[in-house]
């Protein structure tokens, strides 16, 4: 499969257009490390270290609930191959996005490939995701990569109000937007995630 194939089935499948310009702008073949020619299939890819690259449709229906805007704060945790990172980089170019992955070698190797697509407003940090990214907080929007056994109530706190959190739970996708009163809560089932490691 090309990538047009992919932006075909993504548009068939009536992603926002700004979703699909993203996904138009950022080569997937970048950020797979073996097995490129499968880069463009809709499909999960192994990046090492039992990890994986999420299914494009699965990202792009990700991205579409988390709504992303320009100049916002983004955080990513569980970021991976950089892969994620650089698609909001391109929704929000003049955001400051952030992502935080635990395993050493894919952070590392993750800030080289996005330095070398030329994508300067992501920073990659190496930690432990799970507790957010406390000395940036609060976020306009944060992304969980990977799936937890609840709500990630540490995450939801460094939400600013009105802020959106997308994460898997279990095998679902849940919305969280954070209201001064009470957050509102959707959700999707039906998926399957890495899980996300804690300490």
Known sequence: MKKEELIRSLKSRKFPEKIIKAFEKVNRESFVPEEKVLAYEDIPLPIGFGQTISQPYTIAFMLTLLNVRDKQKILEVGSGSGYVLALLSKLSPKGKIFGIERIKELAEKSK??????????????????????????????????????????????????????????????????????????????GFVFVPLIED
């Open 112 to 189: 080289k490939v996005l330095e070398k697509e030329n994508i300067k407003n992501v920073q990659v940090i190496y930690g432990d995701g799970s507790k957010g990214l406390e000395k940036e907080k609060p976020f306009d929007r944060i992304l969980v990569s990977a799936s937890s056994r609840e709500l990630p109530q540490k995450l939801i706190n460094q939400l600013k109000i009105n802020g959106i959190l997308v994460t898997p739970v279990r095998n679902s996708i849940v919305v969280v937007k954070k209201e001064i009163n009470e957050n509102k809560i959707k959700e999707y089932p």
